[in-house]
């Protein structure tokens, strides 16, 4: 990483973005005498605005004229004030601003199709995130992990050798799947990623919306509905809804530029007694560079504005092993991790910027509006290693090496490694590879629309919405050992892959109005929606995927296709679309002063499945006027993706010296419609939520939401079912092996579930003379439970079968997306120009299956669970890896160096804690049934929410123009 180029086109974005106005308006802006932070400043006709600094203090530059500026923050009233600046001049206008019990709430659009309500008098779970309170206290550089600390069931995973999956980051809500929750730019949907996640994943079968997509400098805050709200938005919107709103503000430019590493002093690569055995960085590894600035313009003299945001962001490699290997005398020791020689986080280089757009029609209640934007992502990851030969021969794999005709290794310097001898010597017994996965992800965005009011005071919105996402793998550094080697000529190591792309346009229209001689008021909505999708697969090159013909002596055909991902193939490839229709009604009726009542119904027609309706109830009662109760019933659905049901991959291996493919195949094939899979459909719920908020006073905020989620039919890859097994039947036995297909797995609608849990969330601020104390409490506990698992008559055969379907491991993993309970507890204080803040999170039980190495032992009530092998005894033993509940600490100090910039330096995870390594206690032996790299990820860690990187050490810079 080029650091000194990075501070170069941060100074010179600075230098760019200076205002070039000559009158200047500045002051401070107080309550009952103390300064008032974040408070906005907005001038009238031209829509400047600002906000004030941690001092209370502003500066506004503009024109000579006559202006109208309006002083306003939360908790406080509204006051505007005439304004005339002459020419050259400075004017100093202080404002004092006297408390409002209203202001004191937050006003959220999501939940409801109408005006925005309070978020403590929402008849649901709403919370709000407002970037600038988020971004600077963290070494977090991203916006999923972000989040992940600050709302209480927001779950994500990074994960590492899972393919496509540690380059695309997904993330959900109250453990549910990653396409069960719907996101919105701006209050429009937003379209999802191309991806789908296949096994050996978290979220497989799933697709997703990547948040790290849309730039954090553009971004004003953040609305996260915690409950269904299909009847409301429509599919997907099963678990809640994640509403970004981008920012509005002008001639006011912000800049963000951090730096963070990783110190892990424990499990890094060179910190192994030998660290020849694996791949190695920096002792400070995963260094990350943050830059990220918005910039916003008045157009035209009636209010409109446009508001730039852009964001670039390069993170290097970690690398992580377990440091002792005298697996033997130490019972923490494991044994050289030969199958993850370059476990940890992949190199991340990404891009991008949005903008939004508001522009008045002059003479008109009507405005005209814009948002979207580019982003581009290029990641690095290492997939599972390849040994030439090691354990004397036990795990020796010169198919996947190229080799001359004799079938002796041809080494290649740069791309393979050699693990060192005790004597220093090195043999090529002990030659390794790693092969590399680089995936590009462009990903686009653009939507405009109207929006005004009627005579009669209708409020109306029509829109258009459309996004495009590329996914494009290429294997680099790598090989197709298959490939026939010519003497003289260099050896291809370099791969397109393929890869897949998803466009979605969505065309709205949304008609609201409020009649206030209803009862208390009565909020009427309606509309309708119009959806196009189109997906594409398509193959690599030919190189990626082919047999080549090269064998071993003794005619054993070797590995065939790129190592690391082989290409997709033109049996693979697919385009496909499909269209969608709805619309929905929505009332909310304040029948009286204290009780709220609130129905929407949303009916739906898609081209390729058919229709669907919702219905949801929601109520809101003010059993005081700080007390409110709240609860809700609702139907939901999520429409299964094109990405589900079009994907398809074929893989190959080396099985008794010749090659076999195993599949992966899509819903509409004939092998799927053979094997008994139905055509996919919608998932359904029903949702249940009680809780309520309470504001015992003006500093501090409680809420308390119980839920509970019952879903049918939810999409999930099925196990791998192998040609030849009599119990399948003779059509599918035939058509798979005239197809050549070893064995095939499929999506299929297969699991009912059913989620419980409570969100807690206690929210205290308070100020007074130059001091200030917050203090976030935000938890969930969550339990998932498989209530059935519908299994196709074909795969009833057997027993085994039955249990490959939908096996126990894979239950254990559904049941892992999100922990038992996670807390997270924020601290700041600071008086006067500093600030010092903590954070303790912690991370509850999560449990899982390995593959089991041995068979499970007589008389057990399930055969099919998988067992492992003590090294000690030989007694079998259930392979559950319990990673066990974790608290991590953080820690920053913050100060103000002038009205312009901040500074603030921190550590996150500052006890270096690491989860529970997934293995077995007590069995590691590597020529055994043992435990040993039998996980999900092969290393030593998995892919659970706290991550295994250890302590991260960070600092930032803020600026404020």
Known sequence: MNLKLHFFIFGALLLACQPVFAQKLTGTVTSGGQPVTAGTVKVVPIGTGTITDADGKYSLTLKAGSYQVSFSAIGLEKKTVSVILAAGETKVLNMELAASAEGLKEVIVVGNRGVGRTKIESAVPVDVIRMSQVDAVTAKPDLMSQLNQSVPSFNYNKQSGGDGSDAIDFASLRGLGFDQTLVLINGKRRHLSAFVNEVGTRGRGNSGTDLNAIPEAAIDHIEILR??????????????????????????????????????????????????????????????????????????????????????????????????????????????????????????????????????????????????????????VYAYTRSWNYDNGLRANPTKFPTDANGNLIFVPGIMKVQGYADGSIGPNNVYYNPQEDVYIKDVSAALGLKGTTASNWDWDISNNVGRNDFHYWGNKTFNASLPYVPGQPIQTRFDDGGFNFLQNTANADITKHFGSVLQGLQLSFGGEFRYEKYQLYAGELNSYVAGGATLPGGVAKASGSEGYPGYQPSDEVKDHRTNEAAYAEAALDVTDKWLIDGAARVEHYSDFGGVSTFKFATRYKLADNFNLRGSASTGFRAPTLQQIDFSNTNTTVVGGNLEYTKLVPNYSDVAKTAGIPKLKQETSTNYSLGFAWQPTSDLTVTVDGYDIKI??????????????????????????????????????????????????????????????????????????????????????????????????????????????????????????????????????????????????????????????????????????????????????????????????????????????????????????????????????????????????????????
């Not at 800049?255 to 960085?281: E, H, I, M, R």
């Not at 945001?309 to 690398?319: I, L, M, S, V």
């Not at 757009?357 to 405005?367: A, F, H, N």
């Open 227 to 380: 409950d269904g709200a299909s009847a409301q938005y429509g599919s997907d919107a099963i678990a809640g809804v994640i509403n970004i709103v981008l920012r509005r503000d002008v001639n006011h430019l912000n800049v963000t530029a951090g730096f963070s590493g990783y110190n892990d002093q424990k499990y890094n690569t060179l910190n192994n007694v030998d660290p020849s055995a694996y791949y190695t960085d920096k002792h400070f590894d995963g260094q990350a560079f943050t830059l990220g600035a918005s910039y916003g313009l008045n157009i035209g003299k009636s209010g409109g504005f446009i508001n730039f945001g852009a964001n670039y962001f390069n993170q290097g490699k970690t690398f992580r092993a377990i440091p002792d290997t005298n697996w033997q005398t130490n019972p923490n020791a494991q044994p050289v991790a030969r199958e993850r020689r370059a476990f940890g986080d992949g190199s991340v280089v990404s891009g991008g910027g949005m903008y939004n757009m508001e522009l008045p029609i002059k003479g008109t209640k009507t405005v005209f509006y814009s948002f979207g934007g580019y982003n581009y992502k290029h990641s690095n």
């Open 712 to 961: 049918k039919n939810r999409i999930v890859i099925s196990g791998l079912y192998n040609q030849g097994d009599a119990t399948l039947g003779q059509p599918l036995n035939d058509l798979l092996l005239k197809q050549g297909i070893s064995a095939a797995q499929f999506f299929a609608n297969a699991v009912n579930t059913t989620n419980t849990g409570i969100d807690i969330v206690l929210d205290y601020k308070k100020r007074w003379g130059k001091n200030h104390f917050s203090a976030l409490l935000a938890g969930n506990i969550q339990h998932l439970s498989i209530n059935k698992i519908n299994i196709p008559s074909t795969f009833k055969g057997s027993a085994a079968d039955s249990a490959t379907f939908f096996s126990d491991r894979e239950q254990y993993f559904l049941k892992a997306s999100a922990p038992t309970a996670k807390f997270n507890l924020n601290l700041e204080y600071g008086v006067s120009k500093f600030s010092v803040g903590g954070r303790l999170t912690y991370f509850g039980d999560v449990k899982e299956l390995g593959f089991g190495e041995t068979s499970a032992p007589d008389g057990v009530a399930d055969p099919f669970f998988p067992y492992v092998t003590l090294d000690a005894t030989g007694e079998k033993v259930k392979e559950i890896f319990d990673f066990k509940p974790k608290v991590t600490t953080d820690i920053y100090v913050s100060y103000k160096i002038n009205k312009t910039v901040s500074w603030t330096a921190g550590v996150d995870n500052l006890f270096n804690v690491h989860p529970s390594t997934n293995v077995i206690k007590g069995s590691v032996n590597p020529n055994s049934s043992s435990s040993f790299g039998d996980s999900e990820s092969g290393g030593p860690f998995e892919a659970v929410q706290m991550g295994f990187n250890g302590m991260r050490i960070f600092t930032k810079l803020v600026f404020h123009f």
